[in-house]
Structures are given as C-alpha cells and as structure tokens.
C-alpha cells in the first residue's frame, strides 16, 4: 500500500468526509506547505520584487496549523506495533523517504521566523 | 506596567507588527486589526460544546469493525487500548492511552478553565495560564494519532475472507473532536487573561 491509500480506502467504506479530512490534513497541507515553503524562500533568496509574496505568506501561516504529517508518522509506527502481532511487515522504500520527508518538514517549519519572513517581505514589496 | 494597549498599539497576530490603535487592518499582512478579538469566548465555548458533543459517540461507538474469518468484532478507543496492554505492547498502548484519552479530555477541561477565568476571575496568574494555553495549542494535532491509525489499518488489512478491518463511527466523531478542540484554541484570546494579570 501507499501512504495515500490510507485516505482514499476510507471512501471504500462510505466514509467520505472522514477522507477528505484525513486527506487533507496528511496530503494536501503538507504538499501545499512543501511548495509554499520553496516558493517563498526562492522568492526571498532572490529578491524577487512580487505582489505574490504577501499572499503566500499568509498561506504558509494558515497551512502551519493544518499540517499533520508528524503526527501520522506516529501512526504510522503504531500501526506497525499493532500489526506486528499479525502479520508479517516489510518496509517499502517509500518508508524512508517518508520518515526523512516528515522530520525535514518539521525542522523547516520550526525553522520560520514570522518576524523576519514578514519584515523581509516588507522590503521587497514597498 | 507599560502594554501595547496602554500606548495605544494594537498588534497584528498574524505577523507579530504593532500598528496605531486607528488602524483598522494590518498594512504589512492585511488581517484585520482588534486589541482583543471580537467575541472570543463565545465562539471558544461553541467550539468546545460542540466538541464535548463529539466525546459521546467518539468513546461510546466502535472506532473500527475487525472480520475475523467471518466474525464481526466490535473496537472502542478505550478496548483498542486494553487489548494492547494485555499483549503486552506497554509502549504502543501508553502512546495511544495519552493521545486518545488523556490529551483531549485535558485540552477540553484546560480550555473551559482558561475561558472560565477569563470571564469570571478577578485576578489571573497570567504567566501560569499562558503556559497552559501555550500547551493547549502545543498538543492540539496530537490527538488525530489514532483516527490516522484507523485510516492505516483500514488500508493495510485486507485480507478478503480471513481478515479485514473498516472504520466505525467512532472515528468521524473522534476527528470532529480533535477538529473542533483546535477550533476552540485558536479561537480563544490569551490576551483576555492578560487584562486581568495580578
């Protein structure tokens, strides 16, 4: 299986909205996040003198919250303890590129200064 | 004490910017302006009943039907939980334990204190209730461990005839909470327990 099935099997079982909340919260944002993230800091890093920059600012604060990627790699560990018992697990590479995903991301978003992003963002746009 | 408020600044609390109390929107990130926002504690309690509403179904309804060579097996959070420890998986039953049980009956009662003294109180120890909150919104994702879990092992057993896993109402109800926990946090002003500071 894929990361992604373990949203859209929920549709499997009639249970749409809980799919679109779990899709969301452990695809969409952080994909949104990762691309918001790249954008800005490549916007920053040049200089690039764009209306576009406060916008997407605003994004990135809104997606911090909604960004649940951490705690599915929780899950995704319990999960494996629970499934131990019954059956055998092997690990896909996609595993560790996940938990490298995960914990990068973690790091970037802690890494954000609000203060400086906005104060930078104030220069280049006035 | 000199405040933001006493001077007549009001800050944005999106990107942290005091601005002169006449301004109505922030001119750096746009959001609009408030010295305290407009009915928060209104909506914290709406948010917060509603969630204390998604606690019933969420611990008294199945979180997951496991079919195990044709017999239906019925899950709640709290049984998930009992089955683990006496499989002797202490870690994995304590993470869950904390996350699903304890976590979100904490942030709902923490909540109702915080709103309660910020209402009520006449003299708030703002430095420890600013810790709590901090906490509060800290821990607020941490809950969805097991709703994820749920999704994981939906996807993951599906062993047609011998062994398959589906989700039960629980888990919509139990995401609800947890959705509407955070709601409640983030609607809540922590500068409300500032005004009544000793």
């Not at chain 1, 790699?73 to 490298?100: H, P, R, T």
């Not at chain 2, 997951?64 to 683990?84: E, K, P, W």
Request: hydrophobic content about 55%; aromatic content about 10%.
């Amino acid at each position: 299986m894929t990361l992604l099935d373990s949203a859209l099997s929920l549709f499997d079982y009639q249970q749409d909205l809980l799919g679109i909340v779990v899709f969301t919260l452990i695809f969409a944002a952080p994909l949104a996040l990762l691309c918001t993230q790249c954008t800005l800091l490549f916007a920053l890093l040049r200089r690039t003198h764009s209306r576009g920059l406060r916008p997407l600012a605003r994004l990135l604060h809104a997606l911090k919250t909604w960004n649940m990627i951490e705690v599915f790699l929780i899950s995704v560990f319990v999960s494996a303890a629970k499934l131990a018992s019954m059956a055998q697990l092997e690990l896909g590479i996609a595993f560790f590129a996940f938990v490298a995903f995960t914990l990068c991301t973690l790091i970037s978003v802690q890494l954000v200064d609000t203060v400086q992003l906005w104060r930078r963002i104030d220069r280049l746009t006035t | 004490m000199k405040t933001a408020s006493s001077e007549g600044l009001v800050a944005c609390v999106r990107c942290t910017r005091a601005w002169p109390a006449p301004e109505q929107h922030c001119l750096l990130c746009g959001k609009a302006l408030h010295p305290r926002k407009p009915h928060s504690l209104q909506a914290t309690w709406a948010f917060l009943i509603t969630a204390v509403v998604c606690y019933f179904p969420a611990n008294f309804l199945p979180i997951m039907h496991t079919t195990r060579l044709g017999q239906v097996q019925d899950n709640t959070i709290l049984g998930g939980v009992l089955v683990l420890w006496e499989y002797g998986a202490y870690p994995t039953a304590l993470v869950i334990f904390v996350a699903s049980v304890i976590i979100p009956v904490a942030k709902i009662l923490a909540l109702v204190w915080l709103s309660w003294s910020a209402a009520h109180s006449e003299e708030v120890p703002a430095d420890r209730h600013g810790l709590l909150f901090n906490t509060v919104e800290l821990v607020g994702s941490w809950s969805m461990v097991d709703v994820f879990v749920v999704a994981l092992l939906v996807a993951l057993v599906r062993f047609s005839g011998i062994l398959t896993i589906a989700p039960g109402g629980a888990a919509l109800a139990f995401c609800g909470m947890v959705i509407f926990t955070m709601l409640a946090a983030r609607a809540f002003d922590p500068r409300l327990l500032w005004d009544k500071a000793t």
